[in-house]
């Protein structure tokens, strides 16, 4: 009979975890055609799944995305369709009203289980030869600029978690510190690490422009270094495990556009 050894298993748990954590690790942004706009002027977007920023790398379930439009106090659902070549769920919003208009996007938490015999997309309860199981949850929100900013950028929309930007960051330059509150549950939450990069800054998988720790009360600076489509990055991890997974996991991401 043949004995694993004791090393050799607990290096076998810790590949399961960085691969658990890689398998995940698409980015849900979303991504207009513009960031500046007229009302009544159409203004497609896509909705990205991305390790490279921000190249869509494969498509999220459709019936596992929402977006909604928010601007002049109004929620607007917005339609999504698949786009099988670009890997994207594309969509269109028309703005009514001048301000800073919100795309707000949600992937629904799914739960994926990893077993001795491969992933599974399922609760890990029933499973045999259980690994680690991760429910994934995903946010959005990214700025447009209808007309004349009105000062909506810091509109807190309910997410469970968010990144809400201190001061506007549609209006910075490079060489700007912005501040960043990252919300859960609608309260300020301490992360481990805040992340930052702007579309093409790198074609290398999971990397990022800036990386900070939070100083207290969710609160967190990135300096931004370039012109582009930014994006602002949150984690949270809820360690506490249910019948049906281990952790969850929820990621949140707030895109702008800096001239």
């Known amino acids: 009979m043949k004995f694993i050894k004791p090393t050799t298993l607990v290096l076998s748990c810790l590949l399961a975890v960085l691969c658990c954590s890689t398998a995940f690790a698409h980015e849900f942004i979303i991504k207009p055609v513009q960031f500046t706009a007229e009302k009544d002027h159409v203004v497609p977007f896509s ?65 994926w289980t990893q077993t001795t015999q491969g992933w599974k997309q399922q609760s890990k309860k029933g499973l045999k030869g259980v690994i680690g199981s991760g429910k994934y949850e995903k946010f959005c929100k990214t700025l447009i600029t209808v007309g004349k900013a009105d000062g909506s950028y810091n509109k807190v929309v309910g997410h469970k978690l968010e990144i809400v930007p201190m001061s506007d960051p549609t209006q910075a330059k490079v060489g700007d510190e912005i501040e960043f509150q990252t919300l859960l549950d609608g309260k300020p939450v301490s992360i481990e690490s805040m ?3 702007y579309d093409g800054f790198s074609m290398t998988p999971n990397t990022y422009a800036y990386f900070t720790e939070p100083y207290g ?43």
């Open 47 to 111: 909705v990205v799944s991305a390790h490279v920023f921000m190249i869509s790398e494969e498509m999220e379930p459709i019936n596992e995305v929402k977006a909604d439009l928010i601007l002049g106090g109004k929620t607007t659902p917005l339609k999504l369709a698949e786009n099988e070549m670009l890997m994207t769920l594309d969509g269109q919003l028309t703005p009514k009203a001048e301000g800073t208009a919100i795309i707000a996007g949600h992937r629904n938490g799914m739960i």
């Open 195 to 197: 992340t930052a990069t």
């Open 217 to 259: 009360n969710g609160l967190a600076k990135v300096k931004i270094s370039a012109p582009g489509t930014w994006m602002v990055r949150a984690q949270y991890k809820n360690a506490n495990p249910t019948a049906d997974y281990d952790s969850h996991v929820m990621r949140a991401v707030l895109v702008f556009e800096v001239k």
